[in-house]
């Protein structure tokens, strides 16, 4: 089990935060990520945390350089992120921090310890970063540009049998959407009642090895495309549903 321990607390001095990181506990060779961040703020604590726990594994792989969470152990210092993981927070407006512990990582066990590291501490650190205050989202760089998963399609595709476990959604969707695509396009009629259902139209992505068609839209609230639902098709699909198979 690869460990990587957060610990957040106000930066002396300075109007920020400094989340101290660690994956050794043996030899201990923490790294200092910085982010500007009211301390006096208890969820700006919480936040810098996420963050820096995102960048430690996405960006540092403190953990290596997983499409997954398995074999992960994230501890951090606040049971509120555990409660973001379940939806069940009562700082529901944090969620966008913990996506990628719903979606890239959501197989990483996640457990709570709020006691102080003897290592957190400013002399044994080995690098310091800085880094934004904004919430940032793992995509999938897909065949047609970047991909947004939500925590929604990774619980579709683990429902629906695409992958064999939850904590593998995220990679499989990469290997999906990274080879063998093909973008379809709907006729005129399904077009039609699409944007009359769902107000736009989507685009839908066919993996044609294992038969999985992953449905993508435009979101507002996004830089990029979000991948709204996955499933498993059969050829009369295609006719039945309006889907020309071919590049749109």
């Given at each position: 089990?690869?460990?990587?321990?957060?610990?957040?607390t106000?930066?002396?001095?300075?109007?920020?935060?400094?989340?101290?990181?660690?994956?050794?506990?043996?030899?201990?060779?923490?790294?200092?990520?910085?982010?500007?961040?009211?301390?006096?703020?208890?969820?700006?604590?919480?936040?810098?945390?996420?963050?820096?726990?995102?960048?430690?594994?996405?960006?540092?792989?403190?953990?290596?350089?997983?499409?997954?969470g398995?074999?992960?152990?994230?501890?951090?210092?606040?049971?509120?992120?555990?409660?973001?993981?379940?939806?069940?927070?009562?700082?529901?407006?944090?969620?966008?921090?913990?996506?990628?512990?719903?979606?890239?990582?959501?197989g990483?066990?996640?457990?709570?310890?709020?006691?102080?590291?003897?290592?957190?501490?400013?002399?044994?650190?080995?690098?310091?970063?800085?880094?934004?205050?904004?919430?940032?989202?793992?995509?999938?760089?897909?065949?047609?540009?970047?991909?947004?998963?939500?925590?929604?399609?990774?619980?579709?595709?683990?429902?629906?049998?695409?992958?064999?476990?939850?904590?593998?959604?995220?990679?499989?969707?990469?290997?999906?959407?990274?080879?063998?695509?093909?973008?379809?396009?709907?006729?005129?009629?399904?077009?039609?009642?699409?944007?009359?259902?769902?107000?736009?139209?989507?685009?839908?992505?066919?993996?044609?090895g294992?038969?999985?068609?992953?449905?993508?839209?435009?979101?507002?609230?996004?830089?990029?495309?979000?991948?709204?639902?996955?499933?498993?098709?059969?050829?009369?699909?295609?006719?039945?549903?309006?889907?020309?198979?071919?590049?749109?």
């Open positions: 089990m690869n460990n990587v321990r957060a610990f957040a106000p930066k002396s001095g300075n109007n920020a935060i400094r989340v101290y990181l660690n994956r050794h506990y043996e030899n201990p060779a923490p790294v200092a990520v910085d982010i500007p961040l009211d301390p006096s703020v208890r969820e700006n604590l919480i936040i810098a945390e996420l963050l820096a726990l995102r960048y430690g594994l996405s960006v540092l792989h403190l953990a290596a350089n997983r499409l997954h398995y074999g992960i152990r994230a501890i951090c210092s606040f049971g509120a992120i555990r409660k973001l993981i379940r939806h069940d927070s009562a700082f529901p407006h944090l969620a966008p921090y913990a996506h990628f512990l719903c979606t890239r990582y959501a990483a066990v996640v457990e709570v310890d709020n006691r102080r590291p003897v290592w957190a501490d400013d002399s044994l650190v080995t690098a310091f970063y800085e880094i934004d205050n904004k919430p940032v989202y793992e995509t999938i760089e897909s065949v047609v540009g970047p991909l947004l998963p939500t925590s929604h399609v990774i619980e579709r595709v683990t429902e629906r049998n695409i992958c064999s476990a939850k904590a593998s959604a995220f990679r499989v969707m990469h290997n999906h959407l990274t080879n063998d695509i093909v973008e379809l396009g709907w006729s005129a009629d399904a077009s039609k009642r699409c944007r009359q259902k769902h107000g736009k139209t989507s685009r839908l992505l066919y993996h044609v294992s038969r999985t068609m992953y449905v993508v839209a435009e979101d507002k609230r996004h830089s990029y495309p979000v991948i709204v639902t996955a499933y498993t098709v059969l050829d009369k699909y295609f006719q039945t549903n309006g889907i020309e198979r071919k590049v749109a």
